[in-house]
């Protein structure tokens, strides 16, 4: 990363970046590195992202695409309705939503749109609308409403 001006710290796993490059991406970096440019800072510290999430965060920000790590729901996992939040693609989507990338939320919608099942239908919603993913969740709801209506509460 050669003239890199800032460092984060992710659970003690340093990545270097380009403030610019950021601020070009993210409404967010923005207001932290140039509307703030009295608070120079050359380290920041992420508390509430895993190494993973935020490597691949950053990967989307310099190449525009999801990393290779980014791999779908139902070939992670066996038993996709017990770790849907628990998936790279959820966990960049808060990513996404936290960070102002539109596209990022729009690309990971579109992976979960197509793991959406019966059983994980609920899962995939509330993500969705704590990740303020308009699409994803419209898709859910249609979803629901197709294959849920003649289904018994019980």
Do not use: Q, W
């Amino acid at each position: 990363m050669e003239g890199s001006d800032v460092t984060f710290d992710v659970a003690g796993e340093k990545f270097r970046a380009h403030k610019l490059v950021l601020a070009a991406r993210s409404n967010v970096f923005r207001a932290k590195f140039i509307d703030n440019i009295g608070e120079e800072k050359e380290e920041m510290v992420i508390t509430d992202l895993e190494p993973k999430v935020f490597k691949a965060l950053l990967h989307f920000i310099y190449r525009d695409d999801l990393s290779g790590d980014v791999v779908s729901i139902g070939s992670s996992s066996s038993t996709c309705t017990s770790s849907i939040a628990d998936t790279l693609t959820a966990k960049l989507l808060a990513a996404a939503d936290k960070y102002g990338l539109e596209r990022m939320r729009l690309m990971c919608e579109s992976r979960l749109c197509k793991e959406i099942s019966i059983n994980s239908v609920a899962r995939i919603l509330a993500l969705a609308d704590c990740c303020h993913a308009k699409e994803l969740k419209a898709v859910c709801l249609k979803f629901a409403a197709e294959n849920l209506a003649g289904m018994a509460v019980t």
